[in-house]
């Protein structure tokens, strides 16, 4: 592992285009500095995946199975109802409680659990 000579942050691998050729260099995240080195003895496992730092979190859409859902005894805000199924989601960060959606299974409403 490497660190920045300017700012003391730690270096990840970027691709950076050279004329027609594409070339692995360590750059800083922080300041942008780029090492002049040579990077041929780079050893990068796994995958480099860039991603969004905000990514949507995505509640079971109708078109999904729910069947396979446990069902649970609450009632319906919308018609009612006594049963509806749950599962629980991550929605916030990971030292915090999970959040618990449920969804009447008669008629497809979706509703948190009120703590």
Not at 27 to 50: H, P, Q, Y
Request: charged content about 25%.
């Amino acid at each position: 592992m490497d660190f920045c000579l300017k700012c003391g942050s730690r270096l990840v691998p970027k691709k950076v285009k050279s004329g027609q050729q594409a070339m692995l260099v360590l750059a800083c995240n922080k300041c942008g500095e780029k090492t002049k080195e040579s990077t041929e003895n780079i050893n990068i496992k796994g995958k480099i995946i860039e991603h969004s730092p905000k990514q949507l979190v995505s509640v079971i859409g109708k078109e999904n199975q729910l069947s396979v859902l446990p069902t649970i005894q609450v009632t319906c805000p919308r018609c009612e109802n006594k049963n509806a199924y749950a599962w629980q989601v991550q929605t916030r960060g990971a030292d915090e409680s999970s959040t618990q959606f449920l969804r009447c299974t008669s008629c497809d409403y979706t509703f948190r659990e009120n703590t």
